[in-house]
């Protein structure tokens, strides 16, 4: 069974702050993806990383996968209140089955402005 | 350009009734994937359905849940003598061929989901 250990659990941080939300396995995945996901929604893709070692940017998100594709992290420069929200990551396996993900369990971040 | 449709949104059920959840894929996709959120977790992986089979089922509860994705129609996922460990957000996702990695953006191939409360 794979499992994503997803930490920290809850983060609540001032405006302006920086922070890392950190992604977990002893399994290897194809591909490590980060969602976000409002109440009351659907998790909403914010990116996916394929390659051991791959750097995405999204404005002030960083998003890192490690080289041995067990581990991945993201980073957020200068939040702001509406960066507030569940952070999800998830790992796809790949061949036949690209949409049965593992998914971490979350990580709430409040930003108080 | 609709997205996965999910309904309906909230359903209400009281123990021992039977919840049914439906799920119309995008227009084109052939493939659906089931999750179950509980409060305060993240999204498990139920079951994956192409149309008219089951591919996987390894985590669906062995009792009491089943799922179809019929040749026309939505796929359905049903949760008979539903009890309050039921109550979670359900979610379905889709995608066109099993070789197609799932993006799931603000476009949507991700539905927003059922909420099922069990009273």
């Known amino acids: 069974t794979q499992l994503l250990e997803q930490s920290p659990q809850f983060l609540s941080i001032q405006e302006g702050e920086n922070l890392t939300v950190y992604c977990n396995s002893s399994?290897?995945?194809?591909?490590l993806q980060w969602y976000r996901q409002e109440p009351g929604e659907g998790p909403v893709l914010l990116v996916t990383?394929?390659?051991?070692?791959e750097v995405k940017k999204l404005k002030r998100l960083t998003f890192q996968f490690g080289d041995a594709r067990k581990d991945s992290s993201l980073h957020i420069t200068a939040a702001q209140p509406g960066d507030t929200g569940l952070y999800l990551c998830?790992?796809?396996?790949?061949?036949?089955?690209?949409?049965?993900?593992?998914f971490g369990q979350g990580t709430i971040l409040t930003v108080h402005p | 350009n609709a997205g996965v449709m999910q309904n309906p949104r909230h359903l209400v059920r009281r123990r021992g009734q039977e919840a049914r959840l439906r799920c119309s894929p995008m227009?084109?996709?052939?493939?659906v994937y089931w999750y179950r959120q509980l409060p305060e977790e993240g999204l498990k992986f139920m079951v994956y359905?192409?149309?008219?089979?089951?591919?996987?089922e390894s985590g669906m509860p062995k009792e009491r849940f089943s799922a179809e994705f019929p040749k026309e129609g939505p796929s359905i996922l049903r949760i008979q003598q539903v009890v309050r460990g039921d109550s979670a957000a359900y979610f379905c996702?889709?995608?066109?061929?099993?070789?197609?990695?799932?993006?799931?953006?603000?476009?949507?191939?991700f539905g927003q989901g059922t909420r099922l409360t069990v009273v």
């Open positions: 996702a889709s995608s066109p061929h099993a070789g197609a990695r799932i993006i799931m953006n603000t476009e949507a191939f």
């Open positions: 399994s290897v995945f194809s591909s």
């Open positions: 990383v394929v390659t051991g070692g």
């Open positions: 998830a790992g796809g396996i790949g061949g036949t089955s690209y949409g049965k993900l593992t």
């Open positions: 227009k084109g996709h052939s493939h």
């Open positions: 359905l192409q149309k008219e089979n089951i591919i996987d």
